[in-house]
């Protein structure tokens, strides 16, 4: 049985990204997020429902919507909720 990316593929729908898979193995994905004309590499893990891009970490449930971290953002260092519940690190974004 392959990879579930359901979850995954519900998220990128939401904000009109394109996945393009590179590997698909056990409870693992790879490949690269398009968006906006900019491309960068992700990896998904099925079992945890968790997206790692650069310098990002986002947890998923089921239906692809972003589960909030532990806690509220930090607003020392200008952390914001984005608007679906994950964080946006552009100014103005609530």
């Known amino acids: 049985m392959g990879t579930d990316v359901k979850a995954l593929a519900r998220w990128a729908i939401g904000r ?13 994905a790879q490949g690269i997020l398009t968006a906006e004309g900019t491309q960068q ?6 079992a945890a429902r968790v997206i790692e891009l650069p310098g990002r970490r986002i947890q998923i449930d089921e239906y692809g919507w972003e ?6 953002p930090d607003r020392k260092s200008g952390e914001r909720w984005g608007e679906f519940g994950g964080l946006d690190e552009r100014a103005g974004r609530t």
């Open 41 to 46: 590499p992700f990896d998904y893990d099925a």
């Open 16 to 28: 009109g990204y394109r996945l393009r898979f590179t590997t698909r193995q056990g409870q693992r």
């Open 67 to 72: 589960v909030e971290p532990s806690g509220p």
